[in-house]
């Protein structure tokens, strides 16, 4: 399947900061990417659809001005958490969808446990 | 919008024995659902996945069905190893949209 890579993997930062997380398409070239966030023991929760060249689509609940996301080529896209606060504590993964195959097949990235003290 | 069930939500087998897991979607415009394998602490790894078109596909011990008017799709593992253990997402989306996951299934097997 396709790879994509997410950076880091984990980080620590003190509440106030600001985190950006980079998610890389590594062998192909994915016009979308999302990003989700997931807590212990559940599923998925889409956050935003980051469509290459253009503005993020955030889901309902999801403050765009906290987590700003920045599509800017067809391999990379950055989520940066804005004023980070304890309560933004989580894991959060970002997926590509792969164009070939119809652009069905969704490939994730390994995750970035972010942690607010 | 879409809202995708899936049941169980813990599944305990022994090993050799089948798991099965199942979803159902509520948008029948819904044409692909893949299954994802998530273990502790990484990423959700593609393990197989069907299109609207078809109503069952085989990949070794896995395998998923498919069925359109009802609207459900399942999980199949047969001959299951501890490796197997893992949390199970399904997920049902319309070409080019969203996914839509389900709460996912913790499967434990037990050797």
């Known amino acids: 399947g396709a790879v994509v890579s997410q950076h880091p993997s984990w980080v620590i930062c003190k509440s106030g900061t600001s985190v950006k997380i980079e998610c890389r398409s590594l062998?192909?070239?994915?016009?979308?990417m999302f990003w989700y966030r997931q807590f212990p023991k559940q599923s998925l929760m889409l956050m935003a659809t980051s469509n290459e060249g253009s503005k993020a689509t955030y889901e309902q609940g999801v403050e765009k001005d906290k987590f700003l996301i920045n599509h800017a080529s067809l391999t990379l896209s950055t989520l940066t958490v804005t004023s980070a606060h304890p309560e933004d504590s989580s894991f959060y993964i970002c997926s590509a969808r792969d164009p070939g195959g119809e652009g069905l097949r969704e490939y994730f990235g390994p995750g970035t446990r972010l942690t607010v003290t | 919008g879409e809202n995708v069930e899936q049941h169980p939500s813990t599944l305990s087998v022994q090993e050799g024995d089948s798991a099965v897991i199942k979803c159902t979607y509520s948008d029948s415009a819904s044409n692909y659902f893949p299954w994802y394998k998530q273990e502790l602490g990484k990423r959700p790894q593609l393990i197989i996945d069907?299109?609207?078109?078809?109503g069952e596909k085989k990949d070794q011990r896995i395998a998923v069905t498919l069925n359109k008017t009802a609207k459900h799709f399942s999980l199949h593992i047969t001959e299951t190893q501890p490796e197997d253990s893992a949390v199970y997402f399904c997920?049902?989306?319309?070409?080019?949209?969203?996914?839509?996951f389900g709460t996912g299934t913790s499967l434990t097997v037990i050797p």
């Open positions: 062998d192909f070239q994915a016009t979308t």
């Open positions: 997920a049902a989306s319309t070409t080019g949209n969203q996914f839509y």
């Open positions: 069907i299109r609207s078109n078809v």
